[in-house]
Every structure is written in structure tokens, then in C-alpha cells.
């Protein structure tokens, strides 16, 4: 048996670049693992998933590969993604009850391509799930977040993943306006990377970069300047090195790309109606999303946009919470629909 004796059918799926999330209603998020796959080279057999095979990543002998199968929002290899997926589902459910009843909503990127939709799709099928359907991350984020999608009035959503940003206005259900660009938390490393190689020649790797964004990193100016000792390679020398840096030159190697993600808000806040953007600027924006965890960052857009911005209460499970609830959501309005069709018949 798997984790549930009676096993709600209803799934909400959070598939990120760098975690996935698994929610089932009644019983909440289930699994919050990286989106990692470690295979043996030749035969392709699954030695680890998910957090085991994060400890492989970039540390993995001759015969063994790690590697996120998803890239940029994306499914980058369909077959360790479905593998992937499978992993985590036997984890929790019984695979006669999986075949027979499961039901699964998947968050996706609003910038993806039509293939790059069917695969998500095609990868949950062949992993068992039953059915399948997709929806927008920004607007499962924002059920997510506990937001009255439903009501006659604009709501704005920013959800900052690991290969995307998304930025929507929603409102009666609906979206009136979705933008997404391929930056996130990924970007925000790599951009570290780049920085502390120029301008030190130190070669670092992915996982210094993911240490110094979470422990000092930061979007606008603090009262306290932070320091981390890092360890890398001399890119002149090859040997290793040590290295003090402060969260003000963390700040400054984030800039670039945190202008990026504000640029797309203020973008899409010009496209907004009137009659919503007054609502935005009363109820304010809401930030989801492991990326919007950076400090300092509600404070910068705010202070750019001139709207008040409010960091969802669990912002890295909204996804997935949005995905799962979205069955009982979308269910209660087609209802409420139907009796408005009575009236007119």
C-alpha cells in the first residue's frame, strides 16, 4: 500500500525546474523533492530521484548521470521526466488504485509551445495517472494563495519558479492578461556564477551560487551588510581557492536579472484595464513562487511600481495547493453557471 488507505483521486502537480511538488486534497502536499533524475550511462537504469539524486548532482562518477529533466519551465527529456514523475506518485499511491482513478492538474508556463504542453500531458500519462489536464501557474498559484479569483475584480499574481516568471491580472476566474518570461531562480545563480567569475576569477558551482542567493542574497539595500566564505576554483591558477563576499556585491551580480522580472510587472500593469488596476492598487500584488523568497524583493517592486506587493503565505507550495483545489473550484462554478443557463432556457 502506499501512503493513504483511502486515496483521494484529485491531484495537484507543482512540475518545477528545480522541485516538484505533489498535493493531494484532504491530505495536503505530499512530496516536495528536487527535480532530479541519476541513471546509469548505457542502460539508462534509475539509480535515484528527487533529493537523493540532488546529493549525485555534478558529483557523479563515469557510469552515473544526474540531471534535471526539466529545463526553463520546460520538459527537456520526456522519459526521465515520466520517470521522474512515477517515482514520486509510487511513493504515495497503490498502482492498481493510480491506473484506475487518478485524476491530475499539472501548472504549467503560459509561454510554453503546444508541444511542450502535450509533452507535460504525454509524461503524467505514461507515468499512470488516469487523466490529465493542464492549467496556468500563475492562476494555480494564485487559488494557491487563497485569492477570490472568483470575484468581479482584478487580482495580480507574480510567481517566480526556477525556469520562469509569470505575471498575470485575474479576474472573475479568468485570465485578462498573462505574461511569462524564461527567468527565475536559476537565472539568479547563474548570474552569481557569471559575477563572481569576472570579476574575481573564481569558478563556482551551481550549488555555491543556490547558498549565497539564500543566505545573503538580496534585491534592495539592507540596514546590515551580510558576509559568506565561499570555495571555488582559480580560474588562472586552477587551483582552490577561498573567497569573503558580501550581500552588497550579491546584490549588484543580481541586478540584471531582477530588473528583468520588474520590467515584465510594470509591463503588464500597462496593459491592465483601468477598472482592474485600481483594484491591483487596493488589494495589491501577490508574490509566489521559490524566487520571490529573495530579500528585499516585495520591498523593490513596490517601490517601483508604487503598488503595495504581499509575499504569499507558503509561496513555494502555491502550485501545487492551486493545482489540487482547482477540481473543487472550477467544479463549483460551472454549477453556479448552470443555474444562470436555467433562467435563460
Known amino acids: 500500500m502506499g501512503l493513504f488507505d483511502k486515496f483521494s483521486t484529485d491531484i495537484g502537480v507543482d512540475l518545477g525546474t528545480c522541485n516538484t511538488l505533489i498535493y493531494v486534497r484532504g491530505k495536503g502536499i505530499v512530496i516536495n523533492e528536487p527535480s532530479v533524475v541519476a541513471v546509469e550511462r548505457g542502460t539508462n537504469k534509475v539509480v535515484a530521484v528527487g533529493a537523493e539524486a540532488k546529493r549525485m548532482l555534478w558529483k557523479t562518477p563515469g557510469n552515473i548521470v544526474a540531471i534535471r529533466p526539466l529545463a526553463d519551465g520546460v520538459i527537456a527529456d520526456i522519459d526521465r521526466t515520466e520517470k521522474m514523475i512515477r517515482y514520486f506518485l509510487s511513493k504515495i499511491i497503490p498502482r492498481h488504485q493510480l491506473v484506475k482513478s487518478t485524476r491530475m ?20 500519462l505514461k507515468a499512470g495517472a488516469k487523466e490529465v489536464e493542464v492549467m496556468e501557474e500563475s492562476r494555480a498559484a494564485a487559488i494557491g494563495a487563497q485569492i477570490p479569483i472568483n470575484e468581479p475584480a482584478g487580482h495580480m499574481v507574480c510567481d517566480i519558479g526556477g525556469g520562469t516568471t509569470e505575471v498575470s491580472v485575474i479576474s472573475l476566474g479568468g485570465m485578462v492578461i498573462t505574461s511569462a518570461i524564461r527567468v527565475g531562480g536559476d537565472e539568479f545563480d547563474e548570474a552569481i556564477i557569471k559575477h563572481v567569475g569576472s570579476v574575481h576569477n573564481l569558478k563556482i558551482g551551481q550549488e555555491t551560487a543556490e547558498r549565497l542567493k539564500i543566505q545573503i542574497g538580496n534585491a534592495s539595500p ?9 570555495r571555488g576554483t582559480d580560474i588562472i591558477t586552477g587551483l582552490p581557492r577561498r573567497l569573503s563576499v558580501d550581500s552588497v556585491e550579491v546584490r549588484e551580480a543580481l541586478k540584471d536579472t531582477v530588473g528583468q522580472i520588474v520590467d515584465e510587472i ?8 483601468p477598472e482592474l488596476a485600481s483594484d491591483i492598487i487596493e488589494r495589491g500584488i501577490v508574490m509566489t513562487g521559490g524566487g520571490s523568497l529573495l530579500k528585499g524583493l516585495t520591498k523593490l517592486i513596490s517601490k517601483e511600481t508604487g503598488v503595495p506587493v504581499i509575499l504569499a503565505e507558503s509561496p513555494l507550495e502555491c502550485v501545487a495547493i492551486g493545482a489540487g483545489q482547482a477540481f473543487e473550484l472550477f467544479r463549483d462554478m460551472s454549477s453556479d453557471r448552470s443555474i444562470y443557463d436555467s433562467l435563460n432556457d
Open 222 to 230: 539592507e540596514k546590515e551588510i551580510e558576509k559568506m566564505e565561499i
Open 105 to 124: 492538474k499539472i501548472g504549467i508556463p503560459s509561454c510554453i509551445t503546444e508541444v511542450e504542453r502535450r509533452a507535460v500531458i504525454e509524461a503524467a
Open 266 to 273: 510594470k509591463r503588464t500593469l500597462g496593459k491592465t484595464p
